[in-house]
């Protein structure tokens, strides 16, 4: 299905109730002048819906809406509820449900009207509110069925359990070691990563800052060959370099919004999404390069983390760097978990954290930079460092580490590097 708006004023809304029924409305919104923006859904088949639920899924059978937009400073955002995209969905989970509690019934009669009511306003907005009636909802079930029944928002199956193992932290970062180049893939903006936890070594690549492609490979091989493995198609894009993949699943800020979105490789579906409230969304990114990274996702021994521009709402009033624990099942953070750390926006080039402590580099656009910023959550301290880190390339938009390989690795201007790093013993 194709639907199209034409706007010329920020911001635009557009509501089409015809399209598929007015329990599931599509909405268009829309910013910029001259604005022409379009929602192209391809919701999953009947006989795709059989497959995934018979554990026979093939590669195409995913669902996605796609966001196409020209114009001056145009951004557009298609939003579509599951059942849209779903057919299969309402009648599983119905099924399932009439054979637990009648009350477990209407409840989740009354949770898919709210759902479909509000998808016509903004439903990212309330969906915090409605997850919680859900996880009353899931616990209800566990007793009635004395066994797991996940929610969801698609019919696969729940994704494998990952072991979780005490990765050992090496300390802090002693120096690291020049950039060793593995391939020259994209464009100037992106990212390329591993999921640290799996037993495999497959890579995954968002080329550009702003999409909803992410492109597999299943060995670095592979990955110089061009020959992708996997091409995934997201509900909803993604912006900026931040995203990182963990336990199976791809984590990532959606575009021109305060929400994070987890999506499952395996079953491909909407794992989780969750709004950040305290965000400070702009159009100018916190970083110096640019490019609407204004979210990032972390990971080290310690499990998932998410990085972010907020107001420090307690002391100066400025906006501030803000580093917090992710609950990699729901998305939640603790406030226990949370810290304001000394970061201002626009003063530093990319950052990531290594058991715990998050590190700054003050440059991407000069060849010779430095790891001039670190902030320890474990003693809630700062400190100015003066780590040299090279730049090859001078436009780096993306760092992450990687506790496995226990390696930075870094897209700088289209190129895909590792940096090797020494701790202090």
Known sequence: ARLGCWTRQPPQHCVFPQALGEADQVRMTSEGSDCRCKCILRPLS??????????????????TVETVSSGADCKCSCTAPPSSLNPCENEWKME????QAPELFKLQSMVDLLEGTLYSMDLMKVHSYISKVVAQMNTLEEVSERASYPWRLSLPPPPPRYPVKEVECEGTIESVE?????????????????????KDDRIYVTNYYYGNSLVEFRSLDNFKQGRWSNLYKLPYNWIGTGHVVYRGAFYYNRAFTKNIIKYDLKERYVAGWALLHDVVYEDTTPWKWRGHSDIDFAVDESGLWVIYPSVDYDYSQQEVIVLSRLDPGD????????????????????CFIICGILYAVDTSSQKEGQISYAFDTHTNTEAELRLPFLNQYAFTTQVDYNPKEKVLYAWDNGHQMTYGLHFVV
């Open 331 to 350: 998305l939640s953070v603790r406030r226990e978990t949370t810290w304001k750390t000394g970061l201002k926006r626009n003063t530093y080039g990319n």
């Open 46 to 63: 009947k006989d795709a819906c059989s497959r995934v639920r018979s554990g026979s899924a093939r590669v195409e059978d995913f669902y």
């Open 96 to 99: 399932k449900l009439k054979k």
């Open 178 to 198: 020049p950039p060793t180049e593995h391939h020259s893939y994209g464009r100037n903006e992106g990212a390329w990563m591993k999921d640290p936890v799996a």
